[in-house]
Every structure is written in C-alpha cells, then in structure tokens.
C-alpha cells in the first residue's frame, strides 16, 4: 500500500523498536494456570516523537500536513482534561509555529482543575493559546467550530482535528504503523499470534486494522476498550477502518469479524482507576522498567493480563503489546499507582 500520495510531516526518526519482556512474561506466566503463558513483546510507540510520545503522534504526522497544507494558523482539538491527544496536538503545534486551543469536555463532573498536574501542567507549559471547558455529553464538534468561527472572524484560520485524531486522515497513522511492523517482524524473523491494543476513539485499532487487512497480515488484532464495551466500540472501530480503507482506495470492505473488541477492564468509568489496572502499572514497572499509563494502557496491559489468565494463548505463543504512550498522567494519579488509594474492584 502506498501512503506517499498522502502529506505527511514526519515527528520521529526512524521505527520505534519491538522488543520482548522476558521478565514480565515470565511474571505473567506464574501466574497464569499451569504457570503456563505467552511470550509478550512491546512496540514501543511510547518513544514516538512530539515528547513523551504516543499513538497521537502517528496520527498528526497526516492531520498537521494537512492543515499546513489548508494554511491554518490554528490547531484546534477536544478531550479530556488529561487529554494525551490534546497534549501532543499543542506539542506540534509548537514544532510547526502554529497555535493551539482546546475544548475540554468534563466527562468526570468536577475533574478539570486550573493547576492540575500531569498533562494539565503541559499543557501550560508548551503554552496553549485558550482553553474552553464544557460539561461531558456537549456536542464537541459544535464547541470547536464556534472556536474556528471566532478566529475567523479575527482573520485568523483554525484547523479542527476531533478528539483523538480519529478521522480518516489520522488513521493513515496505523496504517503506517502496520507497514512498520510488518518490515520489522520480517527482519527479526519474528511472528505474532496476537495483536494487543487500545481501542478508544478507535483511529489507532480501526487504522491498524485497515493496514494488517490491505497488507494481508493475518495476525489478529484485539482491542481493549478504554471507554466502551464491544457492543458499542466495534461498529466505531469497524466504521473507522473502513473509512481509512475507502480513503486509500483499496476496494475492499473490511469483514466485521476482523474487528474484536473486549470489554470489561475500563470499568467503573473512562478514566477512572481499578485494581487491575494498578496490578498491570506495578507489574511492568517493576519487571521490565517500562512507565504505562492509568487511563488507557495501564487498562490495555490490565486486559492482557486478564486474556493470557483465562487461557486465550498457550505456552510459546508470541503476543505483541502495542504500548500507546501516556506518561504524563501517571503524574497524575501518583497514590493510586502506588497503592495508596482504595480503587474500585
Ligand atoms: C488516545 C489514547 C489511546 C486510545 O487510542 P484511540 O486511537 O483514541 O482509540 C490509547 N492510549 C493512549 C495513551 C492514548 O492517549
């Protein structure tokens, strides 16, 4: 598949590694049934550029080109008041010389505080233009457009990207990233049995899935819902692979049975803290030195772990972990990482 037809602005050098994690999969295997696991490996797309990089990063590299491409002046985007995407917009923004503002949607009642640490902090720090904060369930599309309408009317030209990068442009990013594993596993003469990862706004699962069924790489992808549970996360996921793939021009239509969502380990609430989740954080951290996140792939790896207990591969399978960054809100949550908060479930 040929991507070059598309404007990309490139924000990290090279391919982030694969890896495996020998010590937490032997971790990982103790405690599964029969001590019996599977070989884990990572994709480091944490060491992504836009620093501390993540999935967002793939996905700007074509939505930043393209608001060049229009002659915006202004980045403007949407998420949480932990926002990695929004964090990671505004790092490009900076490297580009353009502006950047925000709408951040309270989806927790009470969560968006003026000196807040994590990615709050970086927020103010790489120097966001003006922030707009609205209660959860607001039409975020609507906010952003009247943000673009009010620097119009000042001469100026936003650029709108909707929350996660997830359009069909920023989906080319995983397109991208399939290819890059694709090479990567051929050089390393490595194969994988399972794909692991995050499914939230579903560009960077949709994206990936678009470019392992255009490139015919058989591997399957499971998604671990960070805000959803399968029955309302897979027509999104489907939906966006499809239009990733109609933007390509492949002529194909992407099977349903291709997209596997699994639910059950974001609970009680997107972005709120469980148990597992702070197994998975410590688990990592202190068997391969590798920093997760607790609002999405601390609940990813959460996921993996839970599938590798109940049996979903066997010994010498290999399981590659698509690690989608998000340090700065680990800052965040300092006492529930540790342990010393009392966490639901
Ligand atoms: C945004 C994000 C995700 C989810 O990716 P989507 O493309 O929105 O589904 C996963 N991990 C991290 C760290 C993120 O910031």
Not at 49 to 73: C, I, M, W, Y
Request: proline residues 5%.
């Amino acid at each position: 598949m040929d991507l070059s037809r598309f404007a990309r602005r490139r924000y990290t050098r090279g391919a982030t590694p694969i890896e495996p994690m020998p010590r937490f999969s032997a971790a990982l295997a103790a405690s599964c049934p029969g001590g019996r696991g599977p070989e884990v490996w990572v994709k480091r797309d944490d060491l992504l550029g836009l620093s501390p990089g993540g999935n967002k990063t793939r996905k700007l590299e074509f939505l930043v080109a393209d608001a060049l491409h229009q002659g915006a002046d202004t980045l403007i985007t949407c998420g949480a008041p932990q926002s990695n995407h929004c964090r990671i917009t505004l790092a490009a923004a900076v490297k580009e010389g353009l502006q950047c503002r925000f709408v951040i949607e309270e989806r927790v009642p009470d969560s968006y505080h003026d000196g807040a640490t994590g990615n709050h902090f970086l927020f103010r720090l790489y120097g966001v233009e003006a922030i707009t904060v609205v209660p959860g369930g607001s039409d975020m599309a609507a906010a952003m457009q009247a943000v673009a309408d009010e620097l119009k009317q000042q001469g100026r030209k936003g650029y709108v990207i909707p929350g996660g990068g997830s359009n069909a442009l920023g989906g080319l990013g995983y397109v991208a990233c399939a290819q890059e594993l694709q090479l990567q596993a051929f050089e390393r003469g490595v194969g994988f049995d399972a794909v692991v990862v995050g499914s939230g706004s579903s560009g960077t699962h949709g994206g990936l899935l678009a470019g392992f069924v255009g490139n015919r790489i058989e591997t399957p992808i499971i998604g671990i819902g960070v805000s959803r549970d399968p029955e309302q996360q897979a027509p999104l996921v489907h939906a966006e692979a499809q239009a990733v793939s109609d933007l390509l021009e492949l002529n194909l239509k992407v099977p349903r049975d291709a997209v596997r969502c699994i639910g059950g380990y974001w609970q009680p609430k997107y972005s709120l803290p469980n148990r597992r989740m702070v197994e998975a954080v410590q688990m990592l951290a202190r068997t391969e030195a590798i920093l997760l996140d607790p609002v999405y792939t601390g609940k990813v790896m959460a996921g993996l772990i839970g599938l590798a207990r109940a049996g979903e591969w066997g010994a010498g399978q290999r399981v590659l972990f698509i690690h989608t960054g998000g340090l700065p809100s680990l800052f965040a949550y300092q006492r529930v990482v540790l342990g010393q908060d009392d966490v639901e479930r």
